[in-house]
């Protein structure tokens, strides 16, 4: 065999084993090895951190797998029954944690007036906080071209500038702690526009642009930046979605039917990312990962 008919032999060998893996795995390699030799979440054992939207859906599983790990935590929502049953559960399933360690915090994440407050809160319970989840959100089913502009408006307002302002404070406080980890739930509608959610896939991207600027310039300080991306996951989201129409909520519920990761695994792999302080993290069942990787080298095919 010629030394060209081996490269080619090799490459197309490489391409084929490759495609497999990305068939076989529900996350990107980058992930899928932190899983298996990466550090494990309970390296994140005494760490104090805060998980906005943690009443239900993915907030919860993240907070039930940091709770394993042992990580202490602040649980914030608006439903203060939903979040002490996720604050029960984590104790009961925590590792070595007691009352003190979770402080159910409730709060409105669109009151920013009131986020400095209550990231005094915080310290004043723990003394620190080393990770902050910006995981709040809503989602959307709307068609483009009916959307009202107030929904547009209330839809930043929650899952852009909400996110963006307690990042802020924290990030401030980081700075003077010398490290800190800002993670931020986006989806992998952050990456690749989705339709019927107009508002949903501008209000992602854009958390992709503020976070990745904050990377950018916190490049050579002890400041993490990780964007979580799932694709479809059970949750309460539906039911909560915003429409076209300012005020009103989808209000369907998944179907247990449905192609989508489960919110324990999804909770899990977040934990995993943010243990491994990964850059940006993509979860979804097979075979949507190996479309997001099509789709992010290869710009213009998604286009067609
Ligand atoms: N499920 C998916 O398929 C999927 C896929 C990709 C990304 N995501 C993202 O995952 C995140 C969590 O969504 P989910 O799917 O887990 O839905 P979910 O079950 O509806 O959870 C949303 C969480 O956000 C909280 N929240 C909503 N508005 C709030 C506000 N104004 N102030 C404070 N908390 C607020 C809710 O708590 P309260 O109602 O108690 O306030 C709840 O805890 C969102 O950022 C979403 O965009 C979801």
């Avoid at 602040?74 to 925590?94: D, F, H, P, W, Y």
């Avoid at 989840?133 to 307002?157: C, H, K, P, T, Y």
């Amino acid at each position: 065999m010629g030394v060209c008919t081996f490269i080619v032999v090799a490459a197309v060998v490489f391409i084929v084993l490759y495609i497999i893996t990305l068939l076989l795995v529900d996350c990107d390699l980058g992930l899928a090895f932190a899983t298996k030799v990466g550090k494990k979440i309970d390296t994140l054992n005494g760490k104090v951190v805060w998980i906005t939207g943690a009443s239900s859906g993915i907030g919860e599983h993240i907070a039930l797998a940091l709770a394993r790990g042992g990580a202490k935590l602040i649980l914030s929502a608006r439903r203060l029954n939903e979040l002490q049953r996720v604050k029960e559960s984590c104790l009961a399933t925590g590792k070595n944690l007691t009352d003190e360690d979770i402080l159910v915090l409730q709060m409105d994440v669109t009151a920013v007036d009131k986020l400095e407050f209550h990231f005094q809160k915080v310290i004043e319970h723990f003394g620190k906080l080393d990770i902050l989840v910006n995981n709040a959100g809503r989602s959307q089913r709307a068609n483009w071209e009916e959307i009202e502009l107030d929904v547009d408006r209330q839809m930043f307002d929650l899952n852009v500038f909400a996110v963006v302002a307690l990042s802020r404070i924290a990030v401030r406080y980081f700075q003077k702690k010398k490290e800190g980890h800002i993670v931020v739930t986006s989806s992998l509608a952050g990456v690749k526009a989705v339709p019927f959610s107009g508002s949903y896939t501008g209000a992602k991207y854009a958390i992709h642009g503020y976070f990745d600027a904050l990377r950018t310039e916190k490049m050579a300080s002890n400041i993490t930046v990780t964007l979580l991306c799932p694709g479809p996951v059970f949750s309460n989201f539906l039911a909560e979605s915003f429409t076209e129409k300012t005020g009103e909520k989808f209000g369907k519920s998944v179907e247990a039917t449905d192609r989508r990761m489960t919110g324990e695994r999804c909770g899990y792999l977040c934990a995993v990312a943010i243990a491994n302080k990964l850059g940006e993290a993509w979860m979804a069942l097979s075979p949507i990962i190996p479309f997001y990787y099509i789709s992010v080298y290869y710009p213009n095919i998604r286009y067609l």
